[in-house]
Structure formats: structure tokens, C-alpha cells
DNA sequence: ATCAATTATATTGTGCACAATCTAAATGAG
DNA sequence: CTCATTTAGATTGTGCACAATATAATTGAT
């Protein structure tokens, strides 16, 4: 009957990111609600708003899809959502009939400093802690590089 | 036009949480496909493993979502799924019928083992990087401390 | 004892994730 | 050129997450 402890939940690290993940989640909900998007859809503002930024817009869905690691079963509603929201839009590409364009419209592009003021709300609570914060970035950014090239 | 490095997708720690969590969902596949299970209710066999091996089944479904840190909404469909699978039962507690006790079958306890010769497998790629995870384990349940107490 | 407040779970509705499949456009070897 | 292959997205179906609300059992103050 005795089982050790590798299943146990709390010692499984899957567990502590998932939960980690959500938490954080959460955290950005007044955030969310305050500017009407899911978090999801706040993710694909960031990835278009560096991409403005570099004059890289248009982006193709595959383009923001490699990204943030979603494929189109995924982006293809969650954009159409975000065009309904007109935060965006969704073009074909006149060179390739296959390629979807996503670009910011202004709306979207006004959405940014108003996340920006959020941020530093946000950081306030958690600023004590910058130090570990920054090591724990660096480890995740190892371990997703050991995951993706598997 | 200029806008900081704050708002770049690949300097959010949120981001890299999400990321790294969904793609160790990811590698769980091969298990869970041979298992006929969902990663959720992984999670919450392994709960239920360990609650029954220091005799603490059953257990209400509000223990069960503190752990997981889930609530019914999520719960309560996940679990009547897992019954049909015949891994566990749902019964009405008799002191307090408000409270519904969940216990694993001899189904939902025989998965164990076959998660340990899994496991075996799964940690083999990731051996050689043993410390760096346990050094991350340790930030990320120090994260998810302040973040449950707030 | 009574009823307002609390507690435990269920229900509803929206929006991801993702596997599997489908469609249509582009490519490339012959 | 032509047809098999590849590529980019869309679609379908299942299963979470979670906010909001509903329901029913329990508790507690009076």
C-alpha cells in the first residue's frame, strides 16, 4: 500500500507552474477587466505592439502564433473576437492567398499606455521581491528553452 | 512611438509562466493518452493518491479544490467525467448533505503504478538538469506563497 | 423555535487550448 | 505544364477555467 513520495501533488514541479501560471493570472484580472480583454487576448496586444514598434505589422497568424506557442485552432476565433472588439485587423496577404495579416488599429495601439499606468500598480506588490523575481524569470527562460527543442 | 521594454512579450514573467506550463502539459501527453486521462484529473489523482495512503479519503470536493486550488464550477463536471471512467465515486456525505465526498475505486488506485514506471521515463531527458529544477521548484512555491496571501 | 446569514455544491455562459480533420493556395519534381 | 506534396488557416469537438448566479442544507442570533 505504500507509494512514495513522487506522487505526491506538491512535490510535482508541473503542478507548481500551472498553478503559478493561474495565480498570476488572476492577478491581472481588475487589469483585464478594466480594459475588456481576456488575458489571452492581452498577450497577442504585446506580441503586436513590439512588433509595431519595429515596423514589423503586418504579422502573419503563423508568425504570432510561433510567438506565444498557439496554433490556429486557438488564434483563429480568439483574433476574429479581438476584430469584433476592434482592437484589429484580419487581411489576406495579396502575394500568398494563404497568409492571414494581423495588424493593431488604432484602438489597439491606444490600449498600451493605459497598460503601462496598470503595470506600475501591479509591480508595487511584488517590487520587494525584484531579485528572485529576475532569477525565476532566467530558470524559466532555460527550462522553455529545454522544452521547445525537444 | 517609442515605447519601453516593459510591455515586450518575452520580458513578461507571466508569459514565460504560461509558456513553461503549457509545454510540460505537453510532454504529459504520451502518459495521459495511454492513462485515457486529461491532465486535470491527474492532478487530481494525485491528490486523491495521497489522501488515500494517509487514510484521509474521502474527501469533500471543497478539500479537493483547495489543493488544487479549483473550484466547483471547474470541479464538479471534471469529476462526474472521472466517475463515468469508473476511477472514482461522488456520494453525498450523510452528517452534512451540503458536502460531496469523493473516494478513488479500485480503478482510479490501480492508475498509481503505471504513473511510477511513466515517470521513470519522463524524468530521464530532464535528469542532467536535476539541480536547476529543484532550485526552481523551491522560487516557484516561494512565488506561489505570496501570491496565495494576498 | 425561527429566520437571516453562511456554507457547499451545481449550473450557466464565455473563452481559451488543443487534437484531428478539412480546404484551398502555393510549390516543385518530372 | 501537371499533379503530388507542402503549407497556412479554418473548422469541429472535447475539456478545462472561471465569473456569476442559483439552490439547498446548515448555522446562529434572537
Redesign the pocket.
Known amino acids: 500500500m505504500s507509494m512514495d513520495q513522487d506522487l505526491y501533488l506538491q512535490n510535482q514541479l508541473c503542478f507548481k507552474l ?1 498553478t503559478a501560471s ?2 498570476v ?2 492577478g491581472y ?1 481588475p487589469m483585464l ?1 478594466d480594459l475588456g ?5 492581452y ?2 496586444l504585446l506580441v503586436l505592439w513590439q512588433a509595431n514598434e519595429q515596423g514589423q505589422l503586418p ?7 510561433s510567438r ?15 476584430q469584433q472588439l476592434g482592437l484589429l485587423s ?1 487581411v ?11 495588424a493593431l488599429t488604432e484602438q489597439g495601439i491606444a490600449l498600451a499606455p493605459k497598460v503601462k499606468k496598470w503595470r506600475e500598480t501591479l509591480s508595487e506588490g511584488l517590487a520587494c521581491q525584484q531579485q528572485a523575481l529576475t532569477q525565476m524569470a532566467q530558470q524559466l527562460d532555460q527550462f522553455i528553452g529545454l522544452l521547445e527543442t525537444e
Chains 1, 2 share one sequence.
Open positions: 500551472y493561474r495565480l493570472i488572476r484580472q477587466k480583454i481576456t488575458y489571452p487576448q498577450l497577442v504579422l502573419s497568424l503563423k508568425a504570432l502564433g506565444l506557442h498557439l496554433d490556429s485552432g486557438t488564434l483563429t476565433p480568439l483574433l476574429k473576437r479581438m484580419r489576406r496577404s495579396e502575394q500568398d492567398e494563404r497568409q492571414l495579416q494581423i
